[in-house]
């Protein structure tokens, strides 16, 4: 076996190992079901399937006092707030129709888990009566949930990979497996994050390996910005907030790579076309009905919000994820050392625009959740900064066992320790999940804002009763 042919056996063996590890860990977990966005997202996918229709008017009871009953019902919109009434533009006289109202990318790329997982195995997502049955989309949600975060630990192993060796890169991912939002929100439901990192994983991968080309063809060219494209497309149809992710990249391949440019955004806007086509034929609009309002970006308290997307200890990014720090301070004190400072340009422009967004956004605590979910869009990101400051230490002059490579090590360790504690609170303590209680009980801000009640610590050193008060 040549060397090559080795290192990629080893390559494949950790990758399926960490597949492995990741979805045991992830179908073990005992934490709440986090289905709270998600809900009757599969339904759709199951509707779509079975009757070849996205139109969920079935699944609404015509008795107000049922209706009421149904999960998620938000009394002034008279429907669970994951529907969106919609009314054909060509048909005025048609009452309007019930729609899933958060992006379909999800339940697209579902399809082919609902029919293997469910239809087949007699798994219906809907009662007799057509109403939604939640309890089984709860367990088809988990199941796929687990394949699709798993797979994406992989995709961080290979993102690490292209800088760090195979040790170092199975540690690195293993960390993100079990130690970050995956492990807690990602693999806890199907939420819209969970497609949107798997496809954007997928896209800096694919963004690497056109680093990697020293010598571009059209051929190499097209086979990358055709990937790319795609990969990018469907991490905004999955989730509009990955638009900082696709612009960055565009940005970087403008500096760099202007010919894959060319071919990412028309393979990007042949799938957009074709998205504007069928929603056009379908709903009468060019874009799907949604429950997102704009008016919810206010630009109120920007610097206040930013301190506290950072910091607030129920939803700050430092305190659940502290190695994104621990990377930033290693990259700086280790500058001189940086494998590919290019790459610094996608990676602050996507953290800076998204973080920049959620600082203009009145509902920046992230409603029912755990830790900072919002920032599980830039984990990619984040892994990429991990593996650039492993490369960077390890590229400094002096042996590993010196006190200027212990240190960085041993600081990236002690933060991933952490990470791996709150996120496992996060992933299998159902009190924290109860403490968003707390939230509906003083308001979201002032929740996350409380040193004494952090959200990783409900049922070690307090209780949240149902009631929103504190037991300690």
Known sequence: ???????????????????????????????????????????AAEKLLSEHTLDLSGCVPADPDTRRALYGYAPGHDLPYQFARHADPRRPAAPPRVYYGYPLGSTVLSLPFVANLGVRRGLSTLHPDGTANLAVEELLQLRIAARVAAATVVLFYVIARFFCSPAV????????????????????ALWSHTWMVFCLS???????????????????????????????????????????????????????????????????????????????????????????????????????????????????????CPYVAAAGAILVAYRKHFPAAGLLLPLGLAAGGHTALFACYNGWHGGSSYGPRYFCDLLPWFVLAVALAGRAVADAPGPLASWKKLTPVALMVA??????????????????????????????????????????????????????????
């Open 1 to 43: 076996m040549t060397a090559f042919a080795l290192r990629r056996a080893v390559d494949a063996a950790l990758a399926a190992l960490l597949f492995w590890g990741a979805h045991a860990a992830y179908r073990a977990a005992t934490g709440y079901v986090q289905n709270c966005d998600s809900a009757y997202s599969l339904v």
């Open 169 to 188: 890169a199975f540690l690195i991912a293993a960390g993100f497996a079990v130690g970050s939002p995956v492990y807690s929100t990602l693999a806890r």
């Open 202 to 320: 997928a896209a800096v991968v694919l963004l690497l390996g056109r680093r990697r080309v020293e010598r571009p063809t059209w051929r190499t060219d097209l086979l990358y910005g055709t990937a790319l494209g795609t990969a990018l497309f469907w991490t905004l149809f999955v989730r509009a907030h990955g638009v900082f992710s696709a612009a960055a990249i565009g940005v970087y391949l403008l500096v760099h790579h202007r010919r894959t440019l060319l071919v990412t955004l028309g393979a990007g806007g042949a799938w957009a076309a074709a998205l504007v086509a069928l929603s056009l034929h379908y709903f009468g609009t060019p874009t799907t009905p949604s429950v997102y309002d704009a008016a919810t970006i206010d630009g109120r308290d920007i610097p206040a919000r930013l301190v506290w997307l950072m910091a607030a200890p129920s939803r700050g990014l430092l305190v659940f």
């Open 415 to 472: 933060c991933f320790g952490w990470g791996v504690f709150v996120h496992w609170r996060g992933a299998n303590a159902i009190p924290a999940w109860l403490w968003n209680a707390r939230a509906l009980a003083v308001g979201p801000e002032a929740a996350v804002e409380e040193w004494h009640h952090p959200q990783f610590l409900a049922g070690l050193t307090f209780t949240v009763r149902p009631d929103g008060t504190v037991e300690e």
